[in-house]
Nanobody
Framework: QVQLVESGGGLVQAGGSLRLSCAAS????????IGWFRQAPGKEREFVAA????????YYADSVKGRFTISRDNAKNTVYLQMNSLKPEDTAVYYC?????????????WGQGTQVTVSS
């Protein structure tokens, strides 16, 4: 079992930046893949970014590519999502998740989410 807690969400103006953190507890995330997802009201949860345990492999949704950067600090069991050039369409609840498969999933454990709101 893995417990995940997201933080760093908030309200920002378009063009601004936020850095989300996902802290894991319960066990070391050795060779776990970590992904970020988001869900806006009335929409399905969508994939945002993922990173391998080594950090060498990353994958981004086209909608955030070039603007968001995922990274991890295995010593702290923490993953980050640096979000730059934010747009109103980035507004959503952001979730982190972990799994033992590939970057595409499956993801077995999920955090409770943190709200990101981008004003125009």
């Amino acid at each position: 079992q893995v417990q995940l807690v997201e933080s760093g969400g908030g309200l920002v103006q378009a063009g601004g930046s936020l850095r989300l953190s996902c802290a894991a507890s319960g066990r070391t995330l050795y060779r776990y893949v970590i992904g970020w997802f988001r869900q806006a009201p009335g929409k399905e949860r969508e994939f945002v970014a993922a990173i391998s345990w080594s950090g060498d492999n990353t994958y981004y949704a086209d909608s955030v590519k070039g603007r968001f950067t995922i990274s991890r600090d295995n010593a702290k069991n923490t993953v980050y999502l640096q979000m730059n050039s934010l747009k109103p369409e980035d507004t959503a609840v952001y979730y982190c998740a972990v799994g033992r498969g590939g970057l595409a999933g499956p993801y077995d454990y999920w955090g409770q989410g943190t709200q990101v709101t981008v004003s125009s």
